[in-house]
């Protein structure tokens, strides 16, 4: 069974008089270990079919069933809490809370989870080792360079073990080097750690990384054949 | 810290003016006023037209119910609203201490009572007037000696300067040899005080001056009455200042959840619960005010300790005093207000359009 699946899946928005469909009856499936790119022009709800698996938005129509759990049918309470669980959001402009260090930027998503402190702890220097910033742990996000901030946003995604991981243009506001630092940690997060990867970026380079490729446009999709080996 | 600031503003003015109702309250009520009767001349209102003959103490204590009788001369330096009222009374030295409740902090009885120009002198008078022991301290026609310096359990008492009755009397513009101001009158346990007040009046109506015998808190309010209903009034100020401060938290909590409504949606993102946000944003809104309302609270628990405000008119005076029921109320109000100025930003957070929130810059 997929781990993702969209079914017949439809968002609205209403821009003045227009209305806009950036996504109209999909049908998706996302298999575990997966790692999907999703591409398209501006606007075409690249960003909107991330937020629906996510669980921040609602689809005016169909379902969207992750890990077995229907989104759709949770509360908006429920839904945060499943995201705590089984959800790691990678953001684009990294959205780390500027008064808290690095290490309690991470820290944050485990104090949501039933862990003892030791386990937590544990858990979090194993996701700084991970992104290689332990020795930033206790650096405020102003004292980090732009590409440290984001890998310290994908330790934070990733520090609670999540079923996904999704991530919304996770190199777009970085310079060139820190974007491939960026796309080998995610590369090599997905190899071996085997996690689900959803991620929206319209950089053919990034999206090489990827082991599928989705091009959204008009509201559908065209699946292209991935380079990466 | 303008927000802070703005609330321990707030909150000073509020305590302060708490603390003037609570002293009048103390005044009118309470045991003092309730088991203690003065007689006072009928229809005269101020102490400088009252002028009862002292030996009318020996038939008020003929009366049933009667404990004791203190024959009492007042002067005061304004018959008017004041904030810097003297007032003189003039009692029996041995009465004075029997009945009134002071504990002198510096003097002696003994001096007191030997000498004929002595007086002591309440705490608050003592500090407003920076008066010691052995000052010659002298106010219109009237020139005492300090011989002892009290304070009392009854705020309203550190307000007076105690004399010698016949030291009073005898003073030149007084001139009141013979006559009081007014008798105090201690009852017994099982006297009704209005029963007592009656048969007071009655018994007196045969002599030279028609007697108004009433409680002590009935008296006083009823001779502050102008004070009483500015008071009552005040008590509006005390309610604007609750509002200015919860105007003033909710406003900078709205701004501050409006200049944060992306860290929010990023906390709901993670997974953090919307009742949880809102938890988060009233405790930010309840700290504000508390640090703010508590620090108004104690700076005017610290000024009206220490300051000895009080306000009297026609021989009575109103203590401004702190206590614990001022300081709670202030702190208790304080978070409430708090809470309730985080309510509809916590709601705002908490149910923010995650999507929409996290695009704003």
Redesign the interface.
């Known amino acids: 069974m997929a781990l993702v699946q969209l079914n017949g899946v439809s968002k609205r928005f209403r821009k003045g008089e227009e209305t806009i469909i950036p996504l109209d009856d999909v049908t998706l499936d996302i298999h575990e270990g997966e790692f999907v790119s999703l591409m398209g022009p501006s606007g075409t709800g690249k960003s909107t079919l991330l937020?629906l698996v996510?669980g921040?938005?609602r689809p005016d129509a169909g379902t969207i069933k992750v890990d077995g759990t229907e989104l759709t049918s949770l509360s908006?309470?429920r839904l945060?809490?499943?995201?705590?669980?089984n959800?790691g959001?990678i953001?684009q402009t990294h959205?780390l809370?500027p008064v808290l260090t690095a290490y309690e930027n991470v820290e944050?998503?485990t104090l949501?989870l039933k862990l003892s402190s030791a386990k937590r702890r544990q858990r979090v220097e194993l996701a700084l080792e991970a992104v290689g910033l332990n020795d930033r742990a206790d650096h405020y996000p102003r004292q980090l360079s732009g590409g440290q901030e984001q890998r310290v946003g994908i330790a934070?995604a990733i520090v609670?073990h999540p079923r996904i991981v999704v991530a919304d243009e996770p190199t777009g506001s970085l310079d060139a080097e820190s974007s491939e630092q960026i796309q080998e940690l995610l590369k090599r997060l997905n190899h071996e750690l085997n996690i689900t990867m959803l991620m929206v970026t319209h950089d053919q380079n990034v999206a090489s990384i990827s082991s599928r490729r989705l091009i959204l446009n008009r509201g559908k999709f065209t699946e292209v054949p991935s380079t990466v080996v | 810290m303008l927000t802070v600031s703005g609330a321990a503003v707030a909150m000073f003015v509020f305590c302060f003016v708490g603390a003037v109702q609570e002293g009048l309250q103390r005044l009118t009520t309470g045991i003092d006023a309730d088991r203690c009767l003065i007689v006072f001349q009928e229809n005269r209102f101020c102490p400088t037209s009252s002028r009862l003959p002292e030996d009318y103490a020996r038939q008020i204590l003929d009366v049933h119910g009667v404990r004791d009788v203190i024959p009492i001369q007042v002067w005061t330096n304004n018959c008017r609203a004041s904030l810097d009222i003297v007032v003189f009374n003039g009692a029996d030295p041995d009465q004075i201490r029997r009945n009134r409740p002071l504990q002198l902090t510096a003097g002696s009885w003994e001096n007191f009572s030997d000498r004929r120009d002595a007086a002591i002198v309440g705490r608050n008078v003592a500090q407003r007037r920076g008066l010691n022991i052995g000052d010659q301290f002298s106010i219109g026609n009237v020139s005492v000696k300090v011989t002892g310096i009290f304070s009392s359990t009854v705020p309203s008492e550190e307000n007076l300067i105690y004399t010698s009755l016949a030291f009073l009397q005898y003073t030149r513009g007084v001139d009141a040899a013979g006559l009081v101001t007014q008798h105090e009158v201690r009852l017994t346990e099982e006297a009704d005080p209005d029963q007592v007040a009656s048969e007071i009046d009655k018994v007196l109506r045969s002599g030279p001056v028609a007697t108004t015998t009433r409680r002590k808190g009935a008296f006083q309010a009823s001779t502050l009455s102008d004070l009483v209903d500015l008071i009552g009034f005040a008590h509006w100020l005390g309610y604007a200042c609750v509002g200015l401060v919860l105007s003033l938290v909710a406003t900078t909590t709205v701004m501050s959840v409006q200049d944060r409504i992306q860290e929010y949606a990023v906390l709901q993102t993670i997974g953090v619960r919307p009742m949880r946000i809102m938890r988060l944003v009233l405790a930010e809104s309840s700290l504000l005010c508390l640090v703010g309302g508590v620090s108004g609270t104690l700076l005017a628990t610290v000024v009206l300790a220490f300051g000895g405000f009080a306000i009297g008119a026609e021989g009575a005076t109103i203590a401004f005093r702190p206590s614990l029921s001022l300081v709670l109320t202030g702190t208790g109000i304080s978070l409430l207000l708090g809470l309730i100025a985080g309510i509809t930003p916590g709601i705002q957070a908490a149910t923010v359009p995650i999507v929409a929130a996290l695009r704003q810059e």
Do not use: T
């Open positions: 937020n996510s921040i938005d908006r309470g945060a809490d499943w995201r705590a669980a959800l959001y953001f959205n809370i944050l998503p949501l934070r609670a």
